[in-house]
């Protein structure tokens, strides 16, 4: 832990303007995430969260995206990615909670740069689509797409 204090310490990179958003980093610049709330549908054993919008406005073109996050009360180690389906022009995760089916979350690895500064990097080449960073205990989500 002291290494990364230190390595944080000399960041001199962008910061995320706003706190408990992850923000994608391409190069220097940073693009913020759609924030939104997914409702649940249940039926049976099976929920469905549904996101509003066949398609999220932000896009980025990397496969292996990198996001920024400051961190006030958002735990990035609880983050988990998904990537959605997109059915009747709404974006959705369907998660079977008996049978424990469905998809799973995509790899993550979190580092920290500073105190409260951490960069989350997709640990796997992401397909062209939609996806959502989401904490595992809540409905907040943060979507972007992949081009």
Same mark, same amino acid.
Request: hydrophobic residues 35%; neutral net charge.
């Given at each position: 832990?002291?290494? =990364?204090?230190?390595?944080?310490?000399?960041? $001199?990179?962008? +910061? &995320? &303007?706003?706190?408990?958003? &992850?923000?994608?980093?391409? %190069?220097? =610049?940073?693009?913020? !995430?759609?924030?939104?709330?997914?409702?649940?549908?249940?039926?049976?054993?099976? !929920? !469905?969260?549904?996101?509003?919008?066949?398609?999220?406005?932000?896009? !980025?073109?990397?496969?292996? @995206?990198?996001?920024?996050?400051? *961190?006030? =009360?958002?735990? @990035?180690? +609880?983050?988990?990615?998904?990537?959605?389906?997109?059915?009747?022009?709404? +974006?959705?995760?369907?998660?079977?909670?008996? $049978?424990?089916?469905?998809?799973?979350?995509?790899?993550?690895?979190?580092?920290?740069? *500073?105190?409260?500064?951490?960069?989350?990097?997709? %640990?796997?080449?992401?397909? @062209?689509?939609?996806?959502?960073?989401? @904490?595992?205990?809540?409905? +907040?989500?943060?979507?972007?797409?992949?081009?």
């Amino acid at each position: 832990m002291l290494a =990364t204090l230190a390595f944080g310490a000399d960041y $001199k990179g962008p +910061r &995320p &303007p706003q706190a408990d958003v &992850p923000f994608l980093l391409h %190069a220097s =610049t940073l693009l913020k !995430t759609e924030v939104a709330e997914a409702k649940e549908e249940s039926k049976k054993d099976d !929920t !469905t969260y549904i996101i509003s919008g066949a398609a999220s406005e932000v896009k !980025t073109p990397l496969a292996e @995206p990198i996001f920024l996050l400051e *961190s006030d =009360t958002l735990n @990035p180690d +609880r983050l988990e990615l998904y990537r959605l389906e997109v059915r009747n022009g709404r +974006r959705e995760v369907t998660m079977n909670q008996k $049978k424990r089916r469905g998809p799973k979350p995509l790899k993550l690895l979190v580092n920290r740069l *500073s105190d409260r500064l951490y960069r989350i990097e997709v %640990a796997e080449m992401l397909d @062209p689509g939609e996806y959502s960073l989401s @904490p595992a205990d809540s409905n +907040r989500v943060f979507c972007f797409q992949v081009y």
